[in-house]
């Protein structure tokens, strides 16, 4: 690192203590913006690196909410309003027991790039709670969210701040935030969330967005090596939304995905995965892939385990921050993987992007390979604002085409920046550039 990225990174690491995933993903940007610098000291005159990485505000609060044995109970809230300079905060919120307040600071700092990179006006955020909806009855899950949104609600608008889904979140937790909302605003502001129901103000095509976006992104990137999914062995980790349509998505292209995966364990499914089947075992039923192997013939069940021991020509690691590490990645590369494209927010760890790039596997880091889920978010925002609502075949062809030119993006600018095919470098730059340039415009504030 230069002088003044290795200080701000100091900075970083003082002022922030004990956030290792948020230390990460700056350390990431930071890394690639070294030639930036030295062809824009104006970014540095005017500080905008120290100005990029601390947030604009961040708000924590008490979610009080009883459950069905009448016990109150008691967790904490999160947003982080990153960075609005190309427009309102966008970001999910991610219910999950491992939340805290670096957890949702990681992740509204990849949104500022990442939202950048889409070519639609959304800034920056993120939020969530340490909340585990998993085993909870759909009343206790309401009252949670009820609660939840009656301190959230004072933070967001759809010009302001604009929440969607992330891990934990989907179509029942965002239909009970979104008519406490209304409830308590006694108004209908259908983009002030995204993700919701197709019946009142959703989009078709938002539930497959970030699976089939990542698809779409690995795609392009094969098409670099003149090949296509056309026959490929493909190996998902994760078995939610992304998983799911990522998986459909292959299909669609000719690809095999013979695994996924879930915190117990993986199926391997050489016959490609029933995705039908998956959806309902998983997004119906709610139950482990231990019920899936056991209702289709020839699956192999693995409890724990390596989802990426697996063979395979392309892996879409789908599931979390920090799942597929250095270890991992050296089997992939031993075992012939010629792209990896992250579904989830920074499933690699340091370490494995490292063995890929030395490896000469193609790597598509998620703020580029999976901001389809997002910029299918701002086509929703789009659709709201116009009290329109597109076709399947309309919304999916503009996601496809956002897609293609976050690719083709990437790798011109990493071309330009001097490091050709680092995709890494290239999303970082190029969705750095466009924020820094219109901070520069709107002068210290």
Known sequence: MTSTVESVYEE?????????????????????????????????????????????????????????????????????????????????????????????????????????????????????????????SDAEVMRFCQSFMTELYRHIGENTDVPAGDIGVGGREIGYMFGQYKRITNRFDAGVLTGKGLDWGGSLARTEATGYGCTVFANEMLGTKGESFDGRRVVISGAGNVAIYAAQKVEQLGGKVVTVSDSSGYVVDENGIDVALLQQVKEVERARLSEYAARRDGVKYVQGGSVWDVNCDVALPCATQNELDEAAAKTLAKNGVKVVAEGANMPCTEGAVKVFREAGVLFGPGKAANAGGVATSGLEMQQNASRDSWTFERTEEELTSIMKNIHDTCLATAEEYGTPGDYVAGANIAGFKKVADTMLAYGVV
């Open 12 to 136: 970083v690491l003082r002022r922030n203590p004990g956030e290792a995933e948020f230390h990460q993903a700056v350390k990431e940007v930071l890394h690639s913006l070294r030639e930036v610098e030295k062809r824009h000291p104006e970014y540095a005159d005017a500080r905008i690196l120290s100005r990029i990485v601390e947030p604009e505000r961040q708000i924590m609060f008490r979610v009080p909410w009883v459950d069905d044995k009448g016990q109150v109970q008691v967790n904490r809230g999160f947003r982080v309003e990153f960075n609005s300079a190309l427009g309102p905060y966008k970001g999910g919120l991610r219910f999950h027991p491992t939340v805290y307040l670096g957890i949702i600071k990681f992740l509204g700092f990849e949104q500022i790039f990442k939202n950048s990179l889409t070519g639609l006006a959304m800034g920056g955020g993120k939020g969530g709670s340490d909340f585990d909806p998993h085993g909870k």
